[in-house]
């Protein structure tokens, strides 16, 4: 089954007067949506954009994997684990919220910052918080495991014309972060979404340059 869900279908949230406008794929805060809880491990996937000095303040997270893809600009992170970091385009940060951890995400620089933020489910709650960055060669296409999730990431950026394969995995989310893309004959644009399960064989091809997809895969 292959499901697509349109950028105009998310729910849009944020504070515009903060600076603040984020979209949410999932259903999420005061936007309930029963039929849309989930995919997978997958609770949650938002595309935020923060204007400069915009940001989220401290606030608490558990049982929770939290990965973020940064688009543009640069993401400050602070948490209660002591750790700060600025994490740049092409950088993966992964944030496992464990037993309790609480953390600032902010944009401290000159210019928009563009996020996408993915929340998975853990197979099992508790433990100890943890705190991962890949730095840019995530872009190269190596995949990134979750095992807390069960899950892993594949972050891709097709040349014009390259086709991607698409795991076969029991379940597969695709995420289209910027660019066209094209998948069982659907034209797919930045913030569009696929949830797919029990396919083989699906590839995406790429209608232009500067595409980046983010795909992940589930266990059933």
């Not at 504070?15 to 999420?28: M, P, V, Y």
């Not at 000095?53 to 684990?81: C, K, M, N, Q, Y």
């Not at 994490?87 to 563009?114: C, F, I, K, M, W």
Request: charged share 20%.
């Amino acid at each position: 089954m292959i499901s697509v869900h349109r950028a105009e279908e998310s729910y849009r949230g944020g504070d515009r007067e903060a600076g603040i406008l984020s979209r949410h794929a999932f259903s999420f805060g005061g936007f309930y949506d029963p039929d849309n809880l989930r995919f997978g491990p997958l609770m949650a996937c938002n595309t935020e954009r923060l204007e400069p000095g915009a940001g989220f303040e401290e606030h608490p997270h558990s049982h929770t994997e939290i990965v973020t893809w940064v688009v543009e600009g640069e993401l400050t992170h602070r948490d209660s684990t002591g750790r700060a970091t600025r994490v740049r385009p092409g950088d993966l940060q992964h944030l496992s919220a464990a037993s309790g951890v609480r953390h600032v995400e902010r944009n401290d620089g000159d210019t928009p910052l563009t996020f996408v933020q993915m929340w998975l489910a853990p197979l099992e709650p508790g433990g100890e918080p943890a705190y991962t960055v890949v730095p840019g060669p995530a872009r190269a296409g190596a995949p990134y495991a979750v095992p807390a999730a069960g899950a892993v990431l594949h972050a891709h950026r097709p040349a014009a014309g390259e086709r991607v394969a698409l795991p076969g995995a029991p379940k597969v989310y695709v995420q289209v972060v910027s660019g066209t893309v094209r998948l069982d004959g659907e034209e797919l644009g930045p913030g569009d979404s696929v949830r797919i399960s029990d396919e083989q064989g699906l590839r995406l091809l790429a209608d232009g340059p500067a595409a980046e997809v983010l795909v992940w895969e589930f266990p059933g």
